[in-house]
Every structure is written in structure tokens, then in C-alpha cells.
């Protein structure tokens, strides 16, 4: 995969929380209404969230749908966005996450995905197939790799197939109990290898 | 109920929306109550947020030509100002079958809470926040009904119930103030007459009731409201001011 999700000159989220592109300062301007300052939004998320949303539900079609709707959405909910409570990229990829999730856990697509996936679950590795130079990417793929099998595992399977916890304890065959966790400390000791690095 | 240790597990897989929604509405309910699990979630959601940055891949071009012609006709939502109701949780609004107009009711009533009630500190403020959350999950269910009763000694009552997620939120517009030493509590009471407490109803001045969550609701289960000393207690002491029943 040789796509950029950004195009030249213009800054990859995550690497551009300051200046002219500060995203909290942009989501400012697009709850006010600035659609110039929509655009900048688009080109700086629209890759992340496609990416997410396409990685959680596999389907390019509904990838697609879901993708619009979530950039729609930080459009039309802007304005509820606080600087003070998390990023802007967390508020952006909480949202499109969570309707990645929604999509999978409604009925009908899931009996679609199960379809899909039938046989054996995502190894969830396949991250590392859209690994580039981007210094975000290598960071995860860094962290990942630091964490105990079951911990990067769990962490995959819950956040990049979008599978329940129960649902991931069932695939890795692993306590509902430990999984928790499992999950929990896998998710923290990102959290510490990322801030470090 | 899981003990409050066990729940703080649950962090980290409800960061990555790895709950079902059942366990999801819970423990937003003691997130409210849990201001280090709150802020153990909002940097577990920053981590998350990285790994969902790894996967950017460039999305098909029309997309974007799509995406930017369609905004201008999308209204968008006007400023939360400090509502405990500005929460993302409330994307999943409107309501269905329950009755906008009653949802809205609720809905206004936790605002006029928050404006009326001066919320000092950030730790409160991201305290109702997540209660809100909590709320919002409720008030979203497809299932949910709301109903209105009138208080015994004033005022209204009106609780919004899912019975697929088995919980009601209350709320409250005009009871009558209460001395210092005295409090409203919410009960779920069962048919066969047990009460267990959903917790104190925090009422302003003007007598609406922050929007409290009650669990385990269960059809032939009525919502009772008592006044208790203040503290409150572990059973009801006094004859319920309401006692809404909760119908399949």
C-alpha cells in the first residue's frame, strides 16, 4: 500500500498540533461555520478515519458510507467538541470508531462480516501491511511489538476488528476474567511506550 | 453488579468500545462515580487514538468532493455551553417511539440543572459528564418510553425506562425543597415489596432533579422516590412521594 493519506504540504494528523494547523483551533473555526477550515479538517482525517473504519469493517462500499457519515458528523457536532476533555484526534477517531463498531455490531452486518471472515479470525497483523514511514506508524508498530503476545493480540482484535471483549477472549481462547485484564495493561503499556517515545 | 475494583478493569476495553452495550451503560454509570477511572479512560482514548492515526490510508477521491458539497446543507448542532448533555454520548439521539417532546423534557431538565447548580470544580464537571453518557444510552434505546407523574406534595416526576437495557432515568421539575437534613431517594421496588436504592436524587433549588440512572428495572418494578435523612437510607422510611410502575 503505497497511498499517502495526506497529500504533499499538507501535515499528517498527529504531527500538526501546533500552528496555522492545529486541529482543536480548525474544529474552533468549523463549528463556526469556516469552510475553509472544514477542508483542512477533511485532508488531515479523512485518511485516519477511512483507514480505521475501512480496517474495522473491511468492506469498501460500507467503508465508504460509514467514512461520510463520521466527517459529516464532526461537521454538524463541531461546536460539542472541548479542548479540555482530550485531542482532536481523539474526539475525531472516538466518533468514527465507535460508528465503525455500530455498524458491525448491528445485526445484519454482522451476519454479513461473520460471512466474510468465516474461516478463523483476523490475526489483526495485517496492521502492519499499511505500515510506512510515517513516524505514527512505526511508533505503534514499535509499541505493539514491545507488549506480551496476548496483550498486542487482545488490543488488535478489540480495537482493529472492532470484536467485543467477550467475543476476543472467545477467539484467543482466554478467560472472560483475564481478558479484561489482558486488554487493560496491554492498552496502558502503549500508552507508556508511546508517551516515551 | 461487579464490585467497583473489577469494574475499573473494564477501562481499557471500554476505551477501545469493546463493551456490550449492556456492560457499556454500566460502567459509564460508574464512571460517573469514578473520576480516576474517567481520567484513566480519556488517555487511554488518546492511545487509542494512535493506533487508529496508524491506519490512514487515502480514502477514494470523490469522497472528499462528496463529503464537502454535502456539509454546507448539514445545520450544525449549535454550542452545548457547560450542558452535562453536550456529551458525544448523545449522538445516538433522537429518540424513537418514546416521544421526542418528553425526551426533550428530560433533556432540558438536566441543562437547567447544570445551569442552576454551580458546578466548582472540573472533577464535577467530568462527573456529569459521564453520567450523561449514561443518561444519553438510555434516552437512545429504541425501546424507551417515558412517563410523568405528579408527586405527592408537588411537582412532577418523569422517568424514561428501556426495559431492553433494564434502566429508567429520572428526573424531576418543580418538588418542593427540602431542609439540609433531608434528601430525595430513588428506589426500585419490586412486587414482592423489596426496595433497592438507585441512589439520592440530586435536586436543584427549583426543584428538578439531576437526571439519575436507575438499574436492573424489570417489568411489575415500580420507580418510587422517598424523602430519607439526609445521607439517605438503606430502605425507605417514609411513604414514597411517587411510585411510578414499570409496565412491559
Known amino acids: 500500500m503505497n497511498t499517502s493519506a495526506t497529500t504533499p504540504g499538507q501535515p499528517g494528523p498527529g504531527h500538526s498540533e501546533g500552528g496555522g494547523q492545529d486541529p482543536a483551533g480548525l474544529l474552533a473555526r468549523v463549528a463556526r461555520g469556516d469552510h475553509a477550515a472544514y477542508e483542512v479538517v477533511y485532508d488531515q482525517f479523512a485518511g485516519p478515519v477511512y483507514g480505521l473504519v475501512r480496517k474495522v469493517l473491511r468492506d469498501p462500499a460500507q467503508s465508504e458510507e460509514v467514512a461520510q457519515e463520521v466527517l459529516l458528523e464532526v461537521w454538524r457536532t463541531a461546536s460539542r467538541f472541548d479542548p479540555v476533555r482530550g ?16 455498524r458491525v455490531r448491528s445485526e445484519s452486518a454482522a451476519t454479513a462480516r461473520e460471512q466474510r471472515l468465516t474461516p478463523g479470525p483476523v490475526s489483526g497483523d495485517d496492521v502492519a501491511e499499511l505500515v ?3 513516524l505514527d506508524r512505526q511508533r505503534v508498530r514499535r509499541c505493539l511489538g514491545a507488549l506480551t503476545p496476548v496483550q498486542a493480540e487482545s488490543v488488535k ?40 517515545s | 453488579m461487579a464490585a467497583g475494583h473489577e469494574l475499573h478493569l473494564l477501562t481499557g476495553s471500554y476505551a477501545l468500545d469493546a463493551l ?60 452545548a455551553g457547560r450542558g452535562p448533555l453536550s456529551a458525544n454520548g448523545l449522538r445516538r ?37 459521564a453520567s450523561n453518557q449514561a443518561v444519553a444510552a438510555v434516552l437512545a434505546a429504541p425501546d424507551a418510553r417515558v412517563a410523568s407523574v405528579p408527586a405527592a406534595g408537588g411537582g412532577t416526576v418523569t422517568a424514561v425506562v428501556s426495559l431492553r437495557q433494564r434502566e429508567a432515568v429520572v428526573t424531576s421539575a418543580a418538588l418542593p425543597a427540602l431542609p439540609a437534613s433531608e434528601v430525595y431517594q430513588l428506589w426500585v421496588m419490586t412486587p414482592a415489596g423489596a426496595a433497592r436504592s438507585a441512589g439520592l436524587l ?47
Not at chain 1, 470484536?163 to 472467545?170: C, E, G, I, L, T
Not at chain 2, 454509570?29 to 496508524?54: D, I, Q
Open chain 2, 20 to 79: 456490550p452495550d449492556n456492560e457499556r451503560a454500566e460502567f459509564e454509570k460508574h464512571l460517573a462515580r469514578c473520576p480516576s477511572c474517567a481520567e484513566e479512560v480519556r488517555g487511554l482514548r488518546e492511545t487509542a487514538a494512535r493506533l487508529a492515526l496508524a491506519t490512514a490510508i487515502a480514502p477514494p477521491p470523490e469522497l472528499r468532493a462528496r463529503v464537502l458539497a454535502a456539509a454546507p446543507h448539514i445545520r450544525q448542532l449549535p454550542p
Open chain 1, 132 to 134: 510506512e514511514t510515517a
Open chain 2, 202 to 248: 440530586a435536586v436543584s433549588l427549583s426543584g428538578t432533579a439531576q437526571p439519575a440512572v436507575a438499574g436492573g428495572v424489570v417489568p411489575g418494578d415500580r420507580l418510587g422516590i422517598t424523602v430519607e435523612p439526609s445521607g439517605g437510607s438503606p430502605q425507605p422510611t417514609t411513604t414514597p412521594v411517587v411510585a411510578m410502575p414499570v409496565s412491559a
Open chain 1, 87 to 102: 485531542s482532536a484526534s481523539s474526539w475525531v477517531m472516538t466518533i468514527a470508531h465507535r460508528r465503525a463498531v455500530d
Open chain 1, 157 to 196: 482484535l478489540a480495537y482493529y476488528a472492532g470484536y467485543s471483549y467477550p467475543q476476543v477472549a472467545k477467539l484467543l481462547g482466554i478467560p472472560l476474567g483475564t481478558i479484561k485484564t489482558r486488554i487493560r495493561d496491554g492498552l496502558i503499556r502503549l500508552r507508556d511506550c508511546m508517551e516515551v
Open chain 2, 93 to 129: 439521539l433522537p429518540l424513537s417511539r418514546a416521544g421526542l417532546s418528553a425526551g426533550i423534557l428530560v433533556l432540558a431538565a438536566a441543562l437547567v440543572f447544570l445551569l442552576v447548580t454551580n458546578f466548582s470544580t472540573t472533577q464535577r464537571l467530568h462527573q456529569s459528564q
